[in-house]
């Protein structure tokens, strides 16, 4: 079986993290580190080493997209699969975030129980 990804999710919300962390550790089996906002991720990114991002579009300071393209000119991260976990769905947000680089949306509210194999998915798509 292939190695499961270590994953930086980067939500200005601490409800949010919480839940994602018991969604993708518990169920998932994945390790998880957290971040509040891009500009912690673009600091602890470099030490975290993830396999996969997973960012919030709507963040204060730094909209997720911005952190995208800053973690793009980063080059050990000019690869590294993005995927965006949002509760803007509308089809021309996602198709704006996929052009900008990520591999997959996956919309708020989302399925606590199969979360973890979303993220699998899009993650294993990207190889």
Known sequence: MDALPKILH???????????????E????????QCASGYEALERAPEVQPDLFLLDVMMPDMSGEDTLVALR???????TP??????????????????????????????PMTLSTQVLELWRSAL
């Open 26 to 33: 518990s169920v998932g089996g994945l390790a998880v580190e």
């Open 10 to 24: 980067v939500d200005d919300d601490l409800f949010i993290r919480e839940i994602v962390r018991i969604c993708l």
């Open 73 to 79: 000119a980063l080059p050990e991260f000019a690869t």
């Open 82 to 111: 993005v995927i965006f976990l949002t509760a803007l769905a509308h089809p021309a947000e996602i198709r704006k975030l996929t052009q900008a680089g990520a591999v997959g949306v996956i919309t708020k509210p989302f399925d």
